[in-house]
Structures are given as C-alpha cells and as structure tokens.
C-alpha cells in the first residue's frame, strides 16, 4: 500500500509560480513511477507529468517548458514545479503512483487526494 498527501496548491496571478508537494508513505517509493494528472470542472482527469524509477521524466505537450517534475528519494516526495502559470491550469493536481509509467490514469494503482491550484487572469 502506498499513500499519498499532496501539498501546495493554492491561488496565484497568471504568469507565477507553484510548487506542489507529493509525500508518499511506504518504503517502497523507490520502485514507483509517480504521475501528476489534474482535472478542470467538467473535464476528465488529465495527464500533466511522470517521473519513472530511474528519474526519466515526460510531460504533456500542455506544459512543456513550463511545469518540471522531480523525486527525492530520500524524503519519499515528488515535486511538481510550476512556472508561467495560466487561467487554462486551473484545475485540481493530484499525484499518483504505478508500477509502470504511464500517461493514462488507468495505469496508475494509487492516488492522493488532490489540491487546488487557480490561477487568475
């Protein structure tokens, strides 16, 4: 079992800055690809970023250049920076963990409870 508590959401002006926050309990977080996916009123959950075991990362083509993805594997976290915010990433964040990376949630077996980022124009 694997849990997951994310952090760090909140509301910022277009063209700011965020960083969430993904603790995993467990120690088996070192054999997990983490994901980040979010999820708008009315949209289905969406793919942001994944970061695999090795630290091989892909991100949707959406924030390419703009969001970075990364792991301490010392603190059990994941981090999802987020730069040059826009209203269009207003969405809930929520982590996520699979024993093999992937871009659909489907392949993802455990997830955090989500936090709220909201950017305004």
């Known amino acids: 079992q694997v849990q997951l508590v994310e952090s760090g959401g909140g509301l910022v002006q277009a063209g700011g800055s965020l960083r969430l926050s993904c603790a995993a309990s467990g120690r088996t977080f070192s054999t997990y690809a983490m994901g980040w996916f979010r999820q708008a009123p009315g949209k289905e959950r969406e793919f942001v970023a994944v970061?695999?075991?090795?630290?091989?990362?892909y991100y949707a083509d959406s924030v390419k250049g703009r969001f970075t993805i990364s792991r301490d594997y010392a603190k059990n976290t994941v981090y999802l920076q987020m730069n040059s915010l826009k209203p269009e990433d207003t969405a809930v964040y929520y982590c996520?963990?699979?024993?093999?990376?992937?871009?659909?949630?489907?392949?993802?077996?455990?997830w955090g409870q989500g936090t709220q980022v909201t950017v305004s124009s």
């Open positions: 996520a963990a699979a024993r093999r990376s992937g871009t659909t949630p489907g392949s993802y077996d455990y």
């Open positions: 970061i695999d075991r090795g630290g091989y990362t």
